[in-house]
């Protein structure tokens, strides 16, 4: 059974791990969607719009790990709330002390984890910031792109930095 779209049992945990832990705008906004927009990540948050996508294929690997990458991705989301302002790092050390709050103390900083590495031709990813995305290079970008699909949908197909592709490192 392939899964896709809003979940709103994952979104109830959600709220209430960010209730227990005094997060309230999180807890009111958060989102979790089922996407197969992502293709190797397991998963991936975006903070500004408290949503997180998750990868279908990770179903086949059981409760545990949709759990685990549910709050992998939710410590994205309470670590850049408690910045505010302030800008972090994606996986620093903001984001390790949501995950132990969130009960995954020690979490890798690897989404692909039960996923066989098969991108060896591809290694670049880069994601849109705003439909999230992914999009594989053989090499790295050299001038600012963004995504066709979004400057379609929202900007007469022509270039607006807010969907400038982002890398990102692995
Ligand atoms: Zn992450
Ligand atoms: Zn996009």
Request: proline share 6%; aromatic share 8%.
């Amino acid at each position: 059974m392939t899964r896709l779209g809003r979940d709103p049992q994952l979104e109830a945990t959600a709220r209430n791990l960010f209730i227990s832990l005094g997060a309230e705008l999180p807890a009111v906004h958060v989102k979790v969607e089922w996407s197969n927009r992502l293709r190797s990540a397991a998963g991936r948050a975006n903070s500004r719009q408290y949503l997180v996508l998750l990868n279908p294929l990770l179903c086949a690997h059981g409760q545990a790990e949709v759990d685990r990458t549910l709050r992998h991705e939710l410590a994205h989301l309470l670590a850049h709330f408690r910045a505010g302002r302030w800008r972090i790092r994606p996986h620093g050390p903001e984001w390790r002390r949501a995950c132990t709050d969130l009960g995954i103390g020690g979490e890798s900083r690897c989404h692909t984890l039960p996923f066989p590495v098969l991108r060896r031709a591809r290694p670049y990813l880069y994601v849109c910031p705003s439909c999230l995305g992914e999009f594989r290079r053989t090499r790295p970008l050299r001038r600012a792109s963004a995504c066709l699909a979004c400057c379609r949908a929202h900007n007469r197909g022509r270039y607006h930095e807010r969907f400038r592709l982002r890398k990102v490192d692995r």
